[in-house]
């Protein structure tokens, strides 16, 4: 029997060729399935999208509102009217976006905005509030405790008010006005004149 180097090396070629193309079938067949794969999985991508509303209303299973987002209306007040503060310096409150939080009864028992945050009581009346630098806890008939940067302001239900830090006296004979400094306590009656001081 005699061999063929010639037909051995032909053979050799051809299985090297058939081997080379097999891989890249194989390539071919993976990316086959791998191009529609991924284009299903970003099919599936959520798409960006904006709801826009003057007003979100979450209700519970009863119907009940227990939660508002809204954006609330330019109004002017006074202390006085928001903490019964013997204070009638008129204010303006922009609009904000405000969430508020009803109770079970549909009162509303807290409101958040861009610049702060107040709870009610179940009658309705402010109970606590923290914003814009000043944290007030308010009790019954006008009687509140307020912190702020510069003092610390407490009043009973007489209206009698104790101011521990910077305040401002006014001295009634002359009209003039007097600025305590933050080291100070001053007492005043129910009408808000001073009835002690220190220092």
């Given at each position: 029997?005699?061999?063929?180097?010639?037909?051995?090396?032909?053979?050799?070629?051809?299985?090297?060729k058939l081997?080379?193309?097999?891989?890249?079938?194989?390539?071919?067949?993976?990316?086959?399935?791998?191009?529609?794969?991924?284009?299903l999985?970003?099919?599936?991508?959520?798409?960006?999208?904006?709801?826009?509303?003057?007003?979100f209303?979450?209700?519970?299973?009863?119907?009940?509102?227990?939660?508002?987002?809204?954006?609330?209306?330019?109004?002017?007040?006074?202390?006085?009217?928001?903490?019964?503060?013997?204070?009638?310096?008129?204010?303006?409150i922009?609009?904000?976006?405000?969430?508020?939080?009803y109770?079970?009864?549909?009162?509303?028992?807290?409101?958040?905005?861009?610049?702060?945050?107040?709870?009610?009581?179940?009658?309705?009346?402010?109970?606590?509030?923290?914003?814009?630098?000043?944290?007030?806890?308010?009790?019954?008939?006008?009687s509140?405790?307020?912190?702020s940067?510069?003092?610390?302001?407490?009043?009973?239900?007489?209206?009698?008010?104790?101011?521990?830090?910077?305040?401002?006296?006014?001295?009634?004979?002359?009209?003039?006005?007097?600025?305590?400094?933050?080291?100070s306590?001053?007492?005043?009656?129910?009408?808000k004149?001073?009835?002690?001081?220190?220092?």
């Amino acid at each position: 029997m005699t061999s063929n180097p010639a037909g051995l090396e032909i053979l050799q070629a051809r299985v090297v060729k058939l081997e080379q193309q097999n891989r890249r079938f194989k390539r071919l067949g993976v990316a086959a399935l791998i191009v529609p794969a991924l284009l299903l999985i970003l099919g599936q991508a959520p798409s960006k999208k904006t709801v826009e509303a003057n007003e979100f209303v979450l209700r519970d299973d009863g119907g009940n509102i227990r939660a508002r987002l809204f954006m609330t209306k330019e109004t002017t007040t006074t202390a006085k009217e928001l903490l019964g503060i013997d204070n009638s310096t008129p204010m303006t409150i922009p609009p904000a976006a405000t969430l508020a939080l009803y109770d079970n009864k549909g009162q509303v028992r807290a409101m958040l905005n861009d610049s702060d945050i107040a709870f009610e009581n179940a009658q309705g009346h402010l109970a606590g509030e923290l914003g814009n630098g000043t944290l007030t806890l308010a009790g019954e008939n006008n009687s509140f405790a307020m912190l702020s940067p510069y003092n610390l302001n407490l009043q009973d239900q007489d209206g009698f008010l104790a101011t521990l830090g910077v305040t401002n006296i006014v001295t009634p004979r002359t009209g003039q006005t007097q600025r305590t400094s933050a080291a100070s306590l001053v007492l005043f009656d129910k009408n808000k004149n001073v009835i002690w001081k220190a220092p």
